[in-house]
């Protein structure tokens, strides 16, 4: 009997992370998804699967919050770990009119954090597992026509 391949999705609250949260349980995978807050979406794809779906707590710019996360699924071996958390502030401002404290929030989260979550992770995926970490199209430079400026950097 073949085990169940295992993911921990970083960011699974809503959009993109929760529709990753659904396809993997559709697949057939141990899907374990963190929350930074309560997510309705979430309780409602925990009611269809179940045991196949956990949810934790954790926020990504939080390190002890990550570390005890870390410490709470050790011994656990992951086939993917899947970084999808992100936020976006300040999203029509520019470098001149912004709080200065809404573009390192964004640094913090969507840059430095999941590098550093993978760091404290990568003992726990397995040798021949993945490690992904997904942004979005308003973050790339090449696909960037001008908006959200200070999210694209």
Request: glycine share 10%.
């Amino acid at each position: 009997m073949e085990n169940t391949p295992s993911i921990l999705i970083v960011g699974a609250s809503r959009g993109l992370g929760l529709a990753l949260v659904e396809q993997f349980c559709q697949r057939g995978w141990q899907v374990l998804a963190t929350v930074r807050t309560p997510s309705s979406a979430l309780d409602g794809l925990k009611a269809r699967y179940g045991a196949a779906l956990e949810e934790e707590v954790v926020d990504i710019a939080d390190e002890s919050s990550v570390r005890a996360l870390r410490q709470r699924l050790e011994g656990r071996t992951l086939e993917m770990l899947f970084i999808n958390a992100g936020i976006a502030k300040s999203i029509n401002e520019s470098a001149g009119t912004a709080p200065v404290q809404d573009f390192l929030d964004m640094m913090l989260v969507n840059a430095f954090s999941p590098m550093r979550f993978i760091e404290i992770f990568d003992d726990m995926v397995a040798p021949d597992g993945t490690i992904a970490a997904m942004s979005s199209e308003l973050g790339s430079i090449t696909g960037n026509e001008g908006g959200w400026d200070l999210y694209a950097s």
